[in-house]
């Protein structure tokens, strides 16, 4: 066993801990009852047999043993949870609703949103973040600037954060299960280019970004593994939303652009 915070995790040979089918061979408990680390996608634990050692490593709990990972492979004697899950979603109105919910691309796939919107005119996103990590956590929301006539802006509330954001980031300190709504408005020139591209990523506080890119670590997911869309792989523990603009469809994927003439174009969010 080993604790994070109020949190104690435990493994063994147990099946169906305080009555929950999911709840075999691993499981936590939160000072009030005992909870699941995800499933198997068949009704039942996410490890094929117990568990033999526990340990706490970058935001997760690691589990050793000799277990197969069902979907994943890579993870069969070894694999991870993560206790900090950022879930990063995108939509057109303050209250939602938003796209990309339980959603967690590297790229944002699966969580996009377009608009259409004219040169010299602005068009508004509502960029939110949910965590849905085991634990309380801060993020910080880091995006890049505008450029080529797209000048972005972004509020926290009625207050503008775009140098944080643009700057190393705004923190956003949230409980399990809480979340927090950033105003993004962006605004084409009269002569913007034809296409932008923003992505937007809500990075788990002590992981920092250097030229670009994270300094962190991938892990093998517990609760990732199993069903459809809930596969099993390796992920980072950051979300990420992806805004595009060009006035084209290419294949299955609509695109934006600022228009010309008089057809608008459409803008693309993604997460």
Request: charged share 15%.
């Amino acid at each position: 066993m080993t604790t994070s915070g109020s949190l104690l995790f435990v493994t063994g040979s147990f099946q169906n801990a305080n009555g929950v089918a999911t709840a075999d061979d691993i499981a936590y408990f939160d000072g009030t009852t005992w909870h699941p680390l995800g499933s198997n996608g068949a009704g039942n634990g996410p490890l094929s047999s117990n568990g033999l050692a526990l340990a706490i490593f970058n935001h997760s709990v690691v589990v050793g043993g000799s277990f197969l990972a069902g979907t994943d492979p890579i993870a069969n004697n070894i694999a991870s949870y993560s206790l900090l899950r950022p879930d990063m979603r995108i939509g057109l109105n303050q209250s939602g609703p938003f796209v990309g919910n339980n959603v967690y691309s590297a790229t944002g796939a699966g969580e996009a949103k377009t608009i259409s919107v004219h040169r010299g005119h602005s068009g508004v996103f509502w960029v939110d973040i949910q965590n849905d990590g085991l634990q309380g956590g801060l993020w910080w929301i880091q995006a890049p600037a505008g450029s080529n006539g797209f000048t972005v802006t972004y509020f926290n509330g009625a207050t503008n954060v775009t140098t944080q954001v643009e700057n190393g980031g705004v923190p956003i300190s949230l409980t399990p299960g809480a979340h927090h709504t950033l105003e993004m408005v962006v605004k084409l020139s009269a002569n913007s280019g034809n296409s932008h591209t923003f992505l937007i990523h809500a990075v788990p506080a002590g992981l920092i970004r250097t030229n670009g890119r994270r300094q962190g670590h991938r892990q093998r997911d517990l609760s990732r593994r199993g069903s459809g869309n809930e596969k099993a792989g390796r992920r980072r523990c950051d979300a990420r939303s992806l805004c595009s603009l060009e006035n084209e469809t290419l294949g299955p994927r609509e695109r934006t652009r600022s228009c010309p003439t008089a057809h608008a174009p459409r803008r693309r969010c993604r997460r």
